[in-house]
């Protein structure tokens, strides 16, 4: 049962540890080793692995995670180029990083220990295939760490020595999560919270979205009293609770509605401002949301989605945030919407970009088009917040 209930855990949630190295240097065996499952494809031939590979696992002592295996960096020729870029765009979604290498340090694999401490990335280094060695100098090893500035594991994945050690080193590098509850300081022990949950067409029948999920299980996990209703029995639910919720959580598209009901000492957040501080940067968001006070006609809004959905009747991010601006600043402004994992490297045309709560995304990945967003000077807020700010409700909104 633990063991289903780790290969459930969403992988936005997960930590992830992407592989890079030369080709052939073992990546995927090494992957499959870890794992214990023939998960990516193993051959002599070079450049096997062509796109980036996940496997969600439990690995401890590391928890649930996400394992990458990556094209070989010194791919070449025009396909080759496409491989190494696509394995440069891992590097954004990675908690963790292992170098893998077969002991002649190269400047390849130099370079890419750079683009991993210029992203703050914890790595490790693997000196792999050791089983084929007579001996591991110990003299190999400092110059490898020296030159490559992590620590270097010698390791074998067909044999499984120093697999161990490579674990404990990765549990080492861990970092330290932005936002461990996603409720954060809204709510404490004996609270009780009312959740209030549309059930539209966005809301398959039978389902709940993964934000409402897991802001369920953050309140169970703190011991909090949940009460879920929907819009049109909020007033019926608040009759039945002898006091005041400490905390309303809501669907951001409803915010105006439970704003008016809810009781004067009961905070109001919604489920994608929780996101926005569990995922990325809610004061970031917050401030950026007052670039929609400078829109015009002739202004260019992009909106970003992380899911890559098959859209619906009233898509809050295609059809309802952009009307909502229309409505404000005209109908001749210019909104683009990208999905998944398509984000224009060049964002400068933009005057705002809005993004998704993220739970599909892992925390870094979201930070990631954070940092894309400040360091072109383009301001980036999410769905919540801009709806908030839209109807002249931020104020009232608590952060977590």
């Known amino acids: 049962m633990v063991e289903q209930a780790f290969s459930r855990a969403p992988r936005g949630e997960r930590l992830h540890i992407a592989l890079?190295?030369?080709?052939n240097a073992g990546k995927s065996s090494l992957i499959n080793a870890l794992t214990g499952q023939q998960i990516a494809l193993v051959s002599d031939v070079p450049g096997t692995t062509t796109d980036p590979v996940m496997k969600s696992m439990e690995i401890l002592p590391l928890g649930p995670c996400v394992l990458i295996d990556t094209a070989g960096f010194d791919d070449s020729g025009k396909i080759g180029d496409l491989r190494t870029g696509r394995t440069r765009e891992v590097i954004k979604q990675t908690d963790i990083a292992i170098i893998v290498t077969e002991g002649n340090v190269l400047d390849d694999e130099i370079a890419w220990a750079g683009l991993l401490k210029q992203a703050n990335i914890p790595y490790a280094a693997v000196l792999n295939k050791v089983d084929l060695m007579q001996e591991v100098p110990s003299t190999l090893l400092t110059d490898m760490a020296k030159r490559l500035g992590c620590d270097v594991i010698p390791v074998s994945a067909m044999n499984g020595t120093g697999l161990d050690?490579?674990?404990k080193t990765l549990a080492g590098l861990?970092?330290?999560?932005g936002?461990?509850?996603l409720t954060g300081h809204l709510a404490q022990a004996g609270d009780t919270v009312l959740l209030v949950m549309p059930q539209d067409p966005q809301a398959p029948k039978g389902r709940l979205i993964l934000p409402q999920v897991q802001t369920l299980r953050d309140l169970m996990d703190k011991r909090c009293i949940a009460i879920c209703c929907t819009t049109e029995d909020i007033d019926q639910t608040l009759t039945t609770l002898r006091e005041s919720p400490q905390l309303i959580?809501?669907?951001?598209?409803?915010?105006d509605i439970v704003e008016q009901k809810k009781p004067a000492e009961s905070k109001l957040t919604s489920f994608s401002v929780l996101m926005a501080a569990h995922k990325g940067d809610i004061q970031y968001f917050v401030e950026s949301a007052t670039a929609i006070n400078r829109l015009t006609e002739q202004s260019r809004v992009l909106i970003a989605e992380a899911c890559t959905h098959a859209p619906l009747a009233e898509d809050i991010g295609r059809e309802k945030i952009p009307r909502l601006l229309r409505q404000r600043v005209g109908q001749g402004l210019t909104v683009d919407i990208v999905a998944g994992k398509d984000f224009p490297n060049d964002l400068t045309g933009y005057d705002l970009v809005i993004h998704c709560g993220g739970c599909m995304f892992n925390r870094k990945f979201m930070l990631?088009?954070?940092d894309q967003c400040r360091a072109q000077g383009v301001p980036m807020t999410n769905y919540g917040i801009t709806i908030a700010h839209v109807k002249g409700i931020i104020g009232k909104v608590s952060l977590p």
Not at 20 to 23: E, H
Not at 174 to 177: A, D, I, L, N, R
Not at 249 to 255: E, H, P
Request: aromatic share 8%.
């Open 174 to 177: 861990m970092p330290e999560s």
């Open 20 to 23: 890079f190295g030369k080709r």
């Open 179 to 181: 936002n461990q509850s």
């Open 165 to 167: 050690i490579l674990k």
């Open 249 to 255: 959580i809501t669907d951001s598209q409803v915010f």
């Open 368 to 370: 990631s088009r954070v």
